[in-house]
């Protein structure tokens, strides 16, 4: 119990810096990919920071391990966590560790109890509209057959593709491009379901409530009737009892 109080205390302690870090890494992220004459100085500076972040986020698993009380059970519950850490050692692509950085945050933030389904929905929203976005225009901007050369071509094409309308004005041409539109497209789908469940949820909820306020109601009533009942059974009874007595 100490060692998962010990835990659960120090991801409330590193709950709003580890956010702070990954603004960071969106910021370094975006930099180079927005301005394309972006120096070699700056592009090393981003870098530098997006590998600092990821860093933070592998220390920060590795002591979540240490603290845990069984640490078997704690790596089998948080897969998605060591295979996020992981996937950037494998492979040091700028895209695998923006893909590790997002799952990262969102094991982080579905953890702290405070922060509700719907900012938890709200704020994927807006992560994987910009994070598809610039994913996108870095591996299409320079592709010869590409037609997503700009930002407002990302975005446009990243609201399209995560809303599963797909207009057909704008889609990636490479492997990569592809492979990202595929995995908006399941983000999309996954966070309609969530939005669904949510709202279907507050109306079972809403119905619930009322069928119970009813239910009471209705026992309130049938209460008062017996009362009402019981109590015209004694004026009855009274009244015959003082009818009978001799005058």
């Not at 120096?39 to 603290?67: K, M, N, P, Q």
Request: with cysteine; hydrophobic share 50%.
């Amino acid at each position: 119990m100490e060692r998962q109080s010990a835990q659960a205390a120090w991801e409330r302690r590193t709950q709003r810096p580890l956010l702070a870090l990954a603004v960071a890494f969106a910021v370094a992220y975006a930099v180079p990919i927005v301005d394309g004459s972006a120096g070699h100085s700056l592009t090393t500076l981003c870098t530098v920071v997006e590998w600092v972040v990821w860093g933070a986020f592998a220390v920060d698993y590795l002591i979540r391990l240490a603290l845990a009380r069984g640490r078997r059970e704690f790596v089998r519950r948080h897969w998605p966590d060591l295979c996020a850490v992981v996937l950037p050692v494998l492979q040091p692509l700028r895209l695998l560790r923006l893909v590790s950085t997002l799952l990262l945050v969102g094991r982080r933030a579905r953890m702290a109890p405070q922060i509700r389904l719907t900012t938890y929905v709200v704020g994927s929203v807006i992560g994987l509209l910009m994070f598809g976005s610039l994913a996108v225009l870095s591996v299409e901007r320079d592709s010869p057959n590409g037609n997503i050369r700009t930002l407002g071509d990302a975005v446009w094409w990243s609201f399209t593709t995560m809303t599963t309308v797909g207009y057909g004005d704008h889609a990636p041409t490479t492997g990569l491009g592809r492979m990202i539109a595929v995995g908006l497209m399941l983000s999309g789908i996954a966070l309609l379901g969530v939005v669904t469940a949510n709202i279907a949820a507050w109306f079972i909820g809403r119905f619930d409530k009322d069928d119970v306020e009813e239910r009471r109601q209705t026992e309130a009533i049938t209460a008062l009737a017996e009362e009402v009942r019981l109590l015209r059974a004694e004026v009855a009874r009274l009244t015959r009892d003082r009818e009978g007595q001799p005058r």
